[in-house]
């Protein structure tokens, strides 16, 4: 088959006349520079990789629950918009070493958007170490280096039922200030129901701003307040000895919300929501509250996408999880587990240093930390860094506490932000917070903040592109 | 403070006073590979296993580019691929798969798709299932446009030669002579000059046989009236004749492949790092500045960043850029970036009725028209291309759940007045009419069974890529811009003699097989430039 188009001439000559044009319509271009690109321009402002950002405001909650204001340190710069609910990472420098924390934004993304602010409120307990060194040393004007604002913990209409269940414990509720500030005026097509557990009247932040918006949006906002009487849910209750709700002061639709005692039971969310089982639930709260609401939640069937949790780190929720500066157990054991996965590398640290532990007693290993990225055991790279971990502690916080200032944000597995190699070693990692790449359990890469050492380790961990160059 | 300085690895390290540091590097490579994109990985991957010295920057802390993976709740998402050309058991192919398991030897995966794709024109009737296989095709085309198939035939016939004549110049780059390839291909250069609406024309293709073949357009993303027939007819023919597939666990099994071949071969990479500034002295590449501070010289530079990023913002001092250079990148066409909905259901495929692996849903097949809706955030009557990965790869989401992917082009100019504010509802928007398109075309109902999803748009690749406008393809492959005039052209269009381009915006035009190539080929030039010619 011979094909002819136009002319067999004309036809044969085809590249030699393509190039002419090629030289044609380059000769006669302009040198016009095409940058800047608005679409880089848009993703520099939605999700700048630092944000400098000072304290502008402080606000006493509760007698343990502050709020500081946020606001942009340079002349000109924006906070990010962000969807309601995500969270900010702060890094900070606490006992002389970098740490990172990530904090739900309680204020809401109109706020940044056009009075320029954020506003992150945090909670001391007895548990950590962070929150009461941020509310000693955190004042006006102090210059925080924060992340750009990040996380999937937000309401998204063509996912989610246009009825949601909010389950907030302690400082929990903040996500959802920012969420129900902003969908109650923003949009009419979807109603919430918001069941606030706290210790007592005293320790409920953002109590009247609550109220006010439950009076604002009878029809699209229930407040249902849930008093413990106790330490919220800082014990988990025995099933038999478990307080049953009694409602105290149960006015539904009242300016003040519903009132009642005890803890957020299936029967309590059954009672105000007859729906719930056809509901979406947003859970944000200690580890204990999950623990407990999740048990609760099972008579409701919910399928994994009507139910979805703030797992970041400790610090968000102000649960347990950040406390090696004091020496306390670290992150949580009990995020692990003995039924989740383990995983080996191929290649198996050579030295095992673990002290075998009696009970009560940790189990130090070794983690050898290769600073350059090409290295793998058995060459002649330099390992550059050897630090002990605790086997109660992730890989993170080992590192952190060895002032390696390694990148993390979620702090809970999910973001994989802390993405390192693992090149020797056995760790763990609960499945809850398993979302590593399947390309990744292949080729041997895992996530730092969800994972604790069950032998020595040989990692190789990428740089930190925040840079401190404000502090 | 303090400065550590190791003499082996030159990497200085500042220790504050605080206890915190960043290391900066200083040092000398004989190659820095800038992006870890597909292209940039396959370049490093060469290089390295030549003996060379290299680093690779990658400002993200993923390799891979748009060949990565993203998890939600139970699911993990592919971002970009839909299938490569399948020539694995071709023996005389020189395709991208053939490369990646037998001569690149990396450790991946490969799943085949069951059919080509099922075309569904909402307002012409059309509802068809396009197997792979050119005589299969044909048969269907002929079942559903009588008295096509002998056109049809010619056409796939001339499809096929194109691709020959393609093979014929990767075998013969260094010894090409324009006399043997027109004795050998001559139907090669004489249509050449054209585009795949003309080609068709000659061939006297009827009009609804075309809707039928056509769908693959958006893979090129340029119109049928403008679009290059040579790499129009390679990339036709290389799926039907010899199917396609899919890495098991997503494209960062490429990616990661990859990776571990670097490593193995003692190259390096830096991730979170972006490369700030390209350092030129008297016409040369002499090294490059990072976000980090990180100062480094090289002997020769690959860019997976697009010739418009580095000539318009990178090259330092600016003055350096040739006007040629800066005439090049404004008269070539950017092509199209994308609106992604991915989307994790809780329902499994049969449940869904979800059948087809790959589905094109528009209302007609006219590529011009289809063109004009990408430029409107609003337009009616756009073209999807939508995945049903399951369908290919049956454990990719747990049982009793699909992942579906539904895509649709849009330049970037689209977007170009959306605000931060507006960002959010306006991608829901345009995801929103995507999803109901999808419903209604393939009579299934989707909404009630999200359960997770996720949006990309321009911005998104933007920031994940640093893309030029996130931008997904490269230049548009217009017949004066196709491979074969970016061959023929690449020696004069050399601006600096110790940098050469790599991934979708290089001579090989886009698309992950020609990405991947594409930093096999800068490798080969780099390196041979370097030592001289063996």
């Excluded at chain 1, 519903?258 to 639930?281: M, N, Q, Y």
Aim: charged share 25%.
């Amino acid at each position: 088959m011979k094909v002819t188009v136009k002319n067999p001439l004309y036809d044969t000559l085809s590249f030699i006349l393509h190039l002419k044009k090629r030289n044609r319509l380059f000769k006669k271009a302009a040198t016009r520079s095409l940058m800047p690109a608005p679409m880089n321009l848009l993703a520099g402002k939605l999700h700048p990789r630092t944000q400098v950002l000072r304290i502008t405001g402080i606000r006493q909650e509760t007698p343990s629950a502050r709020t500081y204001r946020l606001g942009p340190v340079e002349a000109g710069g924006r906070a990010a918009f962000f969807r309601a609910g995500q969270y900010i990472a702060v890094e900070e420098i606490v006992g002389g070493v970098p740490v990172s924390r990530p904090f739900s934004i309680s204020s809401s993304p109109e706020d940044a958007a056009e009075n320029n602010f954020y506003e992150i409120t945090i909670k001391t307990g007895n548990d950590g170490f962070f929150a009461p060194w941020s509310l000693r040393e955190w004042t006006e004007g102090r210059i925080l280096q924060c992340s750009e604002p990040t996380g999937t913990f937000y309401y998204e209409s063509l996912r989610d039922t246009s009825h949601v269940v909010c389950l907030a414990g302690g400082s929990g509720i903040t996500p959802f200030r920012s969420i129900l500030k902003d969908s109650l005026s923003c949009r009419n097509d979807v109603r919430f129901t918001l069941f606030y557990g706290a210790a007592n009247p005293e320790e409920m932040i953002f109590g009247s701003e609550l109220e006010e918006l439950q009076s604002r949006y009878p029809d699209r906002f229930s407040l249902v307040k849930v008093f413990s009487g106790s330490d919220c849910h800082a014990a988990r209750p025995e099933e038999s000895a478990r307080p049953e709700y009694t409602a105290r002061t149960e006015y539904p639709g009242s300016p003040a919300g519903a009132e009642e005692t005890g803890f957020i039971t299936a029967k309590l969310i059954k009672r105000h929501c007859p729906d719930a089982a056809e509901s979406s639930f947003f859970i944000c709260g200690p580890r204990e509250m999950y623990d407990f609401v999740s048990r609760e939640l099972e008579v409701f069937s919910l399928s994994p996408g009507r139910l979805r949790k703030e797992n970041y780190g400790g610090a968000a929720c102000g649960s347990a999880g950040d406390s090696f500066v004091n020496g306390s157990a670290g992150d949580s054991y009990a995020n692990g587990g003995p039924e989740g996965s383990r995983t080996s590398s191929t290649r198996p640290a050579s030295r095992k240093t673990g002290t075998a532990g009696g009970p009560g007693q940790k189990k130090i290993w070794t983690i050898t930390v290769l600073r350059d990225s090409s290295g793998t055991e058995g060459t002649s790279r330099e390992r550059e860094t050897v630090l002990p971990a605790d086997e109660t502690e992730t890989v993170l916080t080992a590192l952190e506490r060895a002032g390696l200032n390694p990148p993390a944000l979620c702090r809970s597995g999910e973001c994989g932000w802390c993405r390192s190699r693992l090149a020797g070693g056995e760790i763990y990692v609960s499945p809850e917070n398993d979302r590593r790449r399947q390309a990744d359990l292949k080729f041997g890469w895992f996530h730092p903040c969800s994972s604790y050492p069950r032998s020595d380790l040989i990692i190789e961990v990428p740089r930190n592109p925040l840079q401190r160059r404000y502090l | 403070m303090r400065e550590l300085r190791s003499e082996k690895l030159k990497i200085t390290i500042v220790v504050s006073n605080a206890g915190s540091y960043n290391y900066t590097m200083t040092d000398m490579y004989d190659i820095i590979v800038l992006g870890a994109g597909l292209g940039g990985l396959c370049a490093a991957f060469e290089a390295s296993g030549k003996g060379k010295r290299v680093l690779l920057f990658e400002q993200h802390n993923l390799p891979g580019g748009f060949a990565t993976s993203f998890v939600r709740g139970r699911f993990e998402f592919e971002p970009s691929l839909h299938e490569m050309p399948d020539v694995s058991s071709i023996e005389e192919a020189s395709g991208v798969v053939r490369y990646l398991k037998d001569q690149a030897g990396l450790d991946i995966d490969f799943l085949p798709i069951p059919d080509a794709y099922r075309v569904i024109l909402t307002d012409k009737n059309v509802d068809v299932r396009i197997p792979f296989g050119s005589t299969a095709l044909i048969d269907v085309v002929e079942r559903e446009v009588p008295g096509s198939r002998g056109p049809v035939s010619a056409y796939m016939e001339l499809c096929g030669e194109i691709q020959d004549a393609f093979g014929y110049l990767s075998r013969h780059e260094k010894d090409l002579s324009y006399r043997d390839l027109l004795k050998k291909h001559g139907n090669f250069i004489r249509t050449g000059a054209y585009t795949a609406e003309q080609v068709a024309d000659s061939l006297h293709v009827p009009r609804a046989a075309r809707d039928l073949i056509y769908p693959y357009w958006c893979y090129l993303g340029v119109p049928m009236g403008r679009m290059s027939f040579s790499i129009w007819a390679a990339l036709l023919n290389s799926y039907i004749s010899w199917g396609a597939v899919i890495p098991k666990l997503r494209s960062h099994e490429i990616s990661s492949a990859f990776v571990k071949g670097i490593q193995e071969n003692d190259g390096e990479i830096l991730y979170n790092t972006r490369v700030e500034r390209v350092l030129v002295s008297d016409g040369r590449i002499t090294g490059v500045e990072t976000s980090a501070g990180d100062r480094i010289e090289c002997r020769a530079l690959i860019s997976n960043a697009s010739p418009t990023l580095m000539f318009d913002s990178m090259i330092s001092p600016r003055d350096e850029v040739p006007p040629s250079a800066l005439r090049n990148i404004s008269t070539r066409k950017h092509g199209f970036s994308l609106v992604v909905v991915y989307l994790g259901l809780d329902a499994g495929p049969e449940e869904l009725g979800l059948e087809d692996y790959s589905y094109f849903i528009a209302p007609h097949m006219d590529t011009e028209k289809l063109y004009d809706t990408i430029h409107n955030l609003d337009s009616d009557g756009v073209m999807q291309a939508s995945v049903c990965l399951n369908i290919a790869n049956p454990d990719c989401s747990p049982p009793g759940t699909t992942i579906l992917a539904i895509t649709a082009g849009f330049r970037a100019e689209a977007w170009a007045g959306v605000s931060c504010r507006d960002y959010f509802r306006t991608k829901n928007r345009v995801a929103e009419k995507l999803i109901t398109q999808f419903e209604e075309a393939t009579n299934t109902r989707i909404r009630g069974h999200i359960e997770e999803i996720e949006i990309a748009t321009p911005q998104t690749f933007a920031r994940y890529t640093g893309a030029y406008d996130g931008i997904v393809y490269g230049y548009e492959p217009e017949p004066w811009d196709s491979i074969v005039p970016r061959a023929l052209a690449a020696e004069e269009e050399t601006y600096f003699e110790n940098l050469q381009f790599c991934g979708g915006f290089a001579f090989r035009c886009h698309g992950y097989g020609s990405s991947i190539l594409s930093g096999k080929t800068a490798a080969e030039k780099t390196i041979s430039a370097l030592d001289g010619p063996v």
